[in-house]
């Protein structure tokens, strides 16, 4: 399973970013996927996260409203799209997934698969 991230990386406040994530490799209905992100000095923490077999979703107080997590129906590739930006918002972000899942998880030691990440910059 191979997951690797792209996606514009520097944004004024207020403005908008969409992440996507190539997955390749699994088959899998039941699984989570995920974004993460880590500051220099802090845990890396989820950011969003959607269960493929029931669509059900979980999203961080922090963005809650202003980011969305989706995926295509083929399962190849996810995206996050994050709105309203804040200079809070600056991070390494990282797509994961969690297969085969059971439940929608958002610990980040039940990710087995990770993508390499990429820099978010919000500044103006």
């Known amino acids: 399973v191979q997951l690797a991230e792209s996606g514009r990386s520097s944004v004024q406040p207020g403005g908008s970013l969409s992440l996507s994530c190539s997955i390749s490799?699994?088959?899998?209905?039941?699984?989570?996927i995920a974004w993460f992100r880590q500051s220099p000095g802090n845990p890396r923490e989820p950011v969003a996260v959607?269960?493929?077999?029931?669509?059900?979703?979980y999203y961080s107080d922090s963005v809650k409203g202003r980011f969305t997590i989706s995926r295509n129906p083929t399962r190849t590739t996810m995206w996050l799209q994050t709105n309203f930006l804040t200079p809070q918002d600056t991070a390494m972000y990282y797509c994961?997934?969690?297969?085969?899942?059971?439940?929608?998880?958002?610990?980040?030691?039940?990710?087995?698969?990770w993508g390499q990440g990429t820099q978010v910059t919000v500044s103006s």
């Open positions: 959607l269960y493929t077999r029931t669509s059900s979703t």
């Open positions: 994961a997934a969690a297969m085969p899942a059971h439940k929608i998880s958002i610990i980040p030691g039940a990710f087995k698969y």
């Open positions: 490799g699994y088959s899998d209905s039941r699984a989570s």
